[in-house]
DNA sequence: CCTAGTGTATTAATATAATAATACACCATT
DNA sequence: AATGGTGTATTATTATATTAATACACTAGG
């Protein structure tokens, strides 16, 4: 994917309640887990984005730290951002798309809104463990 | 389920940086539709589960306050709180609890955390339709 | 070295949310 | 009406997170 058009994988909702840095961190592992990004992509600089975007730079810097901390990204002070070669999210695999495409559907099907298709795989992924840990 | 059992349905972490009256929404919603708490269903008074869960009764009341505005549960002054008998929550159906256990069994098996099987399912629930927009 | 491009540490301003204390409102039973 | 149980409006405190401004740090290329 060119470096042009990375830009348009960001959707910020300024309204949504939900902080930018923190929209910005989950689209970019999205993207990633979509294959629209791949290891050693370089990212659009932070000025680039922060002008594209309306937004300060800072905040794009905020969630680049936490996409470094978590071994996704990679930051070099004076050349730019990349997408780290051993990056911890990787591309998800077809028969995981599909079958959550199919659970989606039979969810629809019986009329659960999006709200409640999320509770119900938190709840999903809590049971498993006996105990709550998060 | 008797009302002396349903307390033990809540399960708060003080520490998990998400606020106790949303772990009391969130886990209410999902007791109904895991069909621990069936519409009718006599709750627990405020003051009671205040104190075996050691919060502040407005805590509880906030939480309450929540469900009742989405049609969730009744409150009633001077009586108490119960589950509404038209609910807007309601018990998930079988069919999609084992398309649901499918997916994350899945999903598990390919190394994904749950971090990032929320992350996926947010990504898929978002591409809603497929197709031209021209 | 100088420049113009990268990213960022520090700090401050803002915004907002979460929790709790209090006193009050409502209801059923006597 | 008195009592003892319900829930709650109001208010204040606290905590904290988000965003932004500024000045600084690093790098590549001329």
Redesign the pocket.
């Known amino acids: 994917m060119p470096e042009s058009k990375i830009i348009d994988l960001f959707a910020l909702n300024?309204s949504s309640?939900?902080?930018?840095?923190?929209?910005l961190v989950d689209q970019i592992k999205q993207a990633i887990m979509m294959g629209m990004l791949e290891k050693g992509q370089q990212?659009?600089?932070?000025?680039?984005?922060a002008k594209a975007l309306?937004?300060?730079?800072?905040?794009?810097?905020?969630a680049?730290?936490q996409l470094?901390l978590e071994k996704i990204l990679e930051?070099?002070?004076?050349?730019?951002?990349l997408v780290a070669q051993q990056s911890k999210q990787t591309e998800v695999p077809l028969v995981v798309s599909e079958s959550m495409q199919k659970f989606i559907k039979i969810a629809q099907q019986h009329d659960l809104d999006n709200e409640a298709i999320m509770l119900l795989i938190q709840q999903g992924l809590s049971v498993k463990i006996e105990g709550n840990q998060s």
């Open positions: 300024t309640g939900i902080p930018i840095y923190r929209q990212l659009p600089s932070v000025r680039q984005l309306q937004i300060n730079p800072m905040t794009i810097s905020k680049f730290a470094e930051r070099r002070r004076g050349v730019g951002m």
